[in-house]
Every structure is written in C-alpha cells, then in structure tokens.
C-alpha cells in the first residue's frame, strides 16, 4: 500500500487526471453496453447451454477459428480461419481467462471497444485540454455507429477498428508535435497490429501518410524528422508478410537515431515507397475504392464465357447511401449535435493545425455518403473531439466560476450524450439464431461428418460452420455473385433441377480445391485457369451457353460421383430475405438481363375485417369472390394453402384449389400468423416445398430435421 502510495504521489496532477478520466470513461462504455444483457438477462431464447449467445453472423467466423486453434483440429479446405487476429486473440483471452468460450465472445466486444477512451484522452492531453478528451470520450464512446457495431455480443474486427486508428492518430500527433524518435517506432507498430488486426487497413494507412507527405512538404520541408517518419510508415505499410515488415521497421528505426546514417534518410524513404507499390500495396486500395464506391449492378467476368453476375454489394444495406439525418444521427447522436461537431471540429483545426491529422478518418466516415453506413463509425471519434472542444470554449468564455463552469460542462455533456443514451435503450438487436434454431444445427452435427456440406444462404452461413461443423457453399465472406447463383438457383427452383445442381456444386467446388492446390506446386505455363462453378460445369458437359447447360438439368445428365453427403438447411427466417435470394439467379448469365420478377409477398400484420382480409401494400383477399385485390387489379387465386402444426408439433397442411389458370396462391402459415402470396414459380420452388409445405420428393430429399423455426433436409443423389 505504501509503495502503491508513493507511485501515486509521484504522478504529476494532469497524468492523475487523465488516468482517472480513461477510467471513468472506460467505466462509462461498459456499463452503457451492459444494458443489453439486463434487458435479456431472463430471455432464454437468446440463451443455448446458459450462455448468451453472440448478435451478429460474422463472428461466429472468428469464433470458428478460436474453437479450432483451441481444439487443435482443421482440416483442410475447412475455411476455418485459424490465422485472423480476433481468433488468435480470442483463444489466447479463452485460455487466461476463467470464462467460458462464449462468455469470453460475448464479453469481448464491450471490453475491447471502450479502449476508445485511451487515445481520445492522450489525444487531448497533447492538446492541453483534458475536459474535452473526457467529453470526447464518452459520446464516441457509446455513439449510434460506434455501439451498435461495437455492443455486447458484436463479436467481429470492429471492436478495434476504430480503437486502433485513434492509437494510430495518436502517435503521428505525439511524434509531430516532439519529434522524439520513440514515435516513429510507435506509429510503426500501431501500423504493424492495425495491419494484424485488420488486413483492410490500407486505405486508411495511406492516408495518413499521403496527409503527412504534404504536410512536410509545404509547411516544413526542412524538417528531416518528417521524412523518417514517412519511411518508417511505408516500411510498415508495404504489402509483405508482417514478420518480413517488422524487421525491416526495426532496422530503419536503428539507422535513424544514429546521427552518421542522416544522410540515407531520403533513399531510404524512396525505396519504401518503390517497395510499397512493386508489393502491390496500391491494388487493395483500388480494389475497396471499386467495392464500395463505384459499385456495379452487374459483374462481368473476364475471360472465359464472360458470364454476368448479379453484385452483392446491391444487397447489403451497410453497403448502400443513406439519407442525411440518419448519416448525421450514426455519428453524433443527433442533427443538431452533428452539425455543431463539425462547425467545432472545424474551429478545433483553426487553433490546434494538428487536428488536420484527423481528416482521413473523417473523409473516410464521410464516404457513408456514398458507400454506405458502415464507414460513419470512423467519423465518431473525430467529430466527438469537435461538439467537446465547442463545449469546454464555451464554459472558459461564459464565465470563470469552477462552479458555474463544471455545471455547464456536465449539463451540455449530458445533453449531446441523451439522444445516443436513448438509442442504446431501445437498439434491442436479437442473437443471430435463437435456442431452437441453434438446437437444430447441434443435432445437425451429430448426424452430418466435418467433410459434408449445408446448404442455406451466405446469411446462415458462418453460423452452420460453427454449430453444425460443416462445410458451406456460401457464408459471409465468400459470397461474390458467381458462387452466389448456384445456391440462389437451387432454393429459388423445382426439386428435381435443384438437387442435380447442388451435387454438381459440391463436387465442384471440391474439385476447383484440388486445382488450385496443384496450380501452386505447378510453374505458371502449366497452371489451369479456373473460372467460376457454373462456368466450369457448363464447359465440362460440353455447352457454350450457360443458359443450355441449366435447361440441360432437367433432363436425365450424368452426375459425378458422390464423394460426401449434402444437406439442405432451411429455416423459416429466410421469408424474409427470399425475394433478395432470387436476384441472384433470376438474370440471364450470357447477357446480364434480368429475367422477370417473381411475385413474392409475405404478410404478418394484417387485419381481418367481414368481408375481406387486409394484408397491407394495397393487396387483400375478397373472402366471398375468393379473389385477390392488388391495387386496383382483381387476380384470380390458383390455390389456398392452410399449414398448422397439431398439439404434438405434427406438421399438417390442406390445400384447396379455385383456378388452375389463376397466377397466385395464397398459403396461410397458421402456427405462424403469416400469410404468403406468391407465383407458380415461387410456389414450386425448393425453398417454398420444402421449408413451407414439406411436399419434398422422397427420391430425391429425406427428411432429417423438422422443427417450426428450421428444417433439414438430405439430398439423396
């Protein structure tokens, strides 16, 4: 205790109190994300075993490759990715700590997220203004974006994408405003674990060094300092291993403190930046620039058949324009708050020149603008340091009373914290499955081996590998619009086309493994080229037109041999997400047209009145004419579909037909409260016969898993 006390003397006033404001603001973050769990702490269907259970898909990916390193067991092909950071990080935490896996993935996101606090504070120490870093840290710290990417159970890379960035921006302010040669290894290293962390980084890295190139080079081009601090940053930067980079940071970080190696400064400078560019260091920036910015509908493949995929980017809402108040709301809370920010990020800038240090992470929030919301999370921070900087000049200039000054600073604190404060109250995002969903998988892994494979849309994939242990066609990262079309084909077409596909898919994909394994033992003459699934399928049976090959599956082809079992996972949460399924296929693969749009239409919140039945978007049924109202347009109905389940959860279904030249049906999922209105197409397809109505042919399909909320299916072929 003495010796505790003596170290706490020791401290300067102003490293007590940035101390003491990280852990109030750290305090502050977790405690704000606890309350979640309190809201669904008696929630039992977010609960499998006792554990809650994580909220977003993409980490039940990182969670694979923990289980796996823990384990010690992956096989190849698995996909499992036992290299990424988060899983190395995550099974070093699951073996130090005395939690369970879950809890430890659970946890993990608010604990590591609320490190925010730390370089936001020593930022605004730099700065001389530690009640700003204080004020900055707790809106950044639980803003819209920022906590709901970052909340208990987001178990994914973003809970230190931003944390990193700020360290990042930390350090090139630190080693500006010193020039002390401790910060150029520090800023290196943060480049070395951002990469670590997030391989995407690039963008951003660049950035940062492009913004510092014109720095030097126009207000202190003298000022050789600068210049080893860019040489060292590329050095960090170039698209080489991490255990090559390190090296090679370490050498040049000898070689400038030593006075007698000045002079190689600048070559050393222009040989990082050959290097960055001959590792191709610029492609992956390129390569986000086209994902994100200049988005296209279609992609059209190269070489080969060049056929047209439909791009997935059109179908993910993070990755689509938002309008301005919710662009404004994701990084300050509110409107009001988030112009404010700016006009004192602004004013920030004109007295600290520093802080334009900070632009490339909030051009890069701003590219929301274009490439959706999820880039406002790196604005958070930067205006946060804006509306606190606007708030602690306003107090100083009001009045000079401690007491009038401390009231005015935590009452306007509190005001730009409420709205967010409101939102993590009602942001009550569910876990990814719930217990039942989850139960099916479980027994799933039981039944199919680790080299079998589950079909279900890239949605559910991740979390099938995780629960089922098995492979997948699609999952969250491998889902580009070719590997996307068979999936879409087989669950958006008839039995007997789509269980031809989905052997031919698995096997396929097996197949294109084995190439790819000898592509690299072979020099790059004898290399084969591979092109997509459907692409290699269509060639192999001896078609040039894609679109002969599909009609080819409905007659009697010739299929591969069986070399591991296929199982369809379907789950009633899909409803929702079908009409975004059937893009994928429903286009013409030669041209890239778009076949017509098949009539999908799901209702839960209808109203039933006398004499019609109100199911919304100006659709209704006429009970007495038993015809359906579509706007102003009178369809006929093909067949009424009434499913149930009995006291004993036995599936039972009747189906009463009107008009065999009517277009729709109408199928009532009772036990559900759901009505579906759709095509014959839509009506015959897999996902529809299988999932909804259970009218599987027993040739081709056994039964395996029936519950209300999944049901797995066993392809026989």
Request: no cysteine; proline share 3%.
């Amino acid at each position: 205790m003495k010796e505790r006390y003596n170290i706490m003397n020791s401290l300067t006033n102003e490293t007590k109190r940035t101390i003491i404001y990280i852990l109030v603001a750290f305090t502050f973050s977790v405690l704000m994300r606890m309350i979640w769990v309190y809201q669904f702490s008696d929630y039992e269907t977010f609960k499998y075993a006792g554990q809650f259970m994580i909220n977003t898909n993409d980490g039940y990916y990182y969670a694979e490759g923990a289980r796996d390193i823990l384990s010690g067991i992956s096989q190849e092909n698995d996909m499992s990715p036992i290299t990424s950071a988060v899983s190395q990080l995550t099974a070093f935490f699951a073996t130090v700590l005395p939690f369970s896996f879950e809890s430890v993935i659970f946890y993990m996101p608010a604990f590591l997220s609320a490190l925010i606090v730390v370089p936001i504070i020593l930022i605004a120490r730099s700065l001389k203004n530690l009640e700003m870093g204080l004020i900055a840290a707790l809106l950044a710290s639980i803003a819209w974006s920022y906590y709901n990417r970052t909340m208990i159970g987001y178990y994914d890379t973003d809970m230190l994408n931003i944390v990193l960035p700020m360290f990042l921006l930390w350090s090139i302010i630190w080693a500006i405003n010193t020039n002390e040669d401790k910060y150029l290894l520090i800023t290196a290293l943060d480049i070395l674990v951002y990469r670590w962390w997030y391989p995407q980084s690039y963008s951003l890295e660049f950035s940062f060094f492009a913004l510092i190139l014109v720095y030097a080079l126009f207000f202190e081009k003298k000022n050789l300092y600068n210049y080893k601090l860019l040489a060292i940053m590329m050095l960090a930067m170039i698209n080489m291993d991490g255990f090559i980079r390190f090296p090679l940071v370490l050498l040049a970080f000898y070689i400038f403190k030593q006075e007698r190696f000045q002079k190689h400064v600048y070559p050393i400078l222009a040989i990082s930046i050959v290097l960055f560019f001959a590792s191709g260091g610029f492609e992956p920036i390129w390569a986000q620039l086209k994902g994100y910015v200049f988005k296209d509908a279609i992609n059209i493949g190269e070489e080969g058949l060049k056929l047209h995929f439909f791009s997935v980017m059109q179908t993910i809402r993070e990755a689509g324009q938002i309008p301005f108040e919710t662009f404004a709301n994701r990084i300050s809370g509110h409107s009001v708050t988030f112009v404010l920010s700016l006009v004192g990020f602004i004013y920030l800038t004109y007295r600290h020149k520093v802080m334009l240090l900070a632009l490339p992470m909030l051009g890069l929030g701003f590219l929301a603008s274009v490439g959706g919301l999820r880039f406002t999370i790196y604005a958070v921070p930067i205006l946060a340091f804006g509306i606190a900087f606007l708030i602690t000049e306003l107090t100083r200039y009001v009045t000079d009373k401690k007491s009038i000054k401390y009231f005015s600073l935590i009452a306007l604190t509190l005001a730009v914290l409420y709205p967010n404060i409101k939102h993590i109250e009602s942001y009550r995002v569910p876990t990814v499955f719930n217990a039942d969903e989850v139960q099916v998988l479980t027994d799933l892994s039981h039944i199919a081996q680790r080299e079998d494979y589950a079909i279900s849309w890239w949605d559910f994939g991740y979390s099938i590998r995780y629960y089922a242990d098995v492979k997948t066609l699609v999952d969250g990262g491998k889902h580009s619009g070719s590997v996307n079309f068979p999936v879409s084909f087989m669950l958006t077409n008839p039995q007997d086309v789509s269980a031809k596909l989905a052997r031919l898919d698995v096997e396929f994909t097996e197949k294109a493994f084995q190439i790819q394994k000898n592509n690299q033992e072979l020099n790059e003459s004898k290399r084969r080229v591979l092109f997509s699934n459907i692409e290699e399928m269509t060639k192999e049976y001896g078609f040039s037109d894609t679109n002969d090959f599909l009609l080819s599956l409905q007659t009697d082809i010739h299929m591969p041999k069986k070399t591991r079992d296929v199982y369809f996972f379907l789950p009633y949460r899909m409803l929702e997400i079908y009409p975004t399924v059937t893009l994928f296929s429903n286009l013409n693969l030669m041209n890239g047209k778009k076949n017509q749009t098949p009539f999908f239409f799901v209702s839960r919140n209808f109203k039933e009145l006398k004499e019609s039945i109100e199911f919304g978007s100006g659709i209704s049924l006429n009970k007495r004419e038993q015809s359906l109202n579509i706007g102003k347009q009178k369809v006929g109905i093909h067949r009424i579909v009434t499913t149930s389940y009995d006291q004993n959860m036995q599936f039972k279904k009747s189906v009463q037909f009107l008009d065999a030249n009517a277009p729709l049906t109408l199928i009532y999922m009772s036990s559900y409260n759901t009505f579906l209105i759709v095509d014959e197409k839509s009506y015959n397809s897999l996902y529809i016969q299988l999932m909804v109505l259970e009218a599987y042919d027993a040739t081709l399909f056994e039964k395996v898993i029936a519950t209300p909320y999944v049901k797995v299916y066993k392809l026989k072929l």
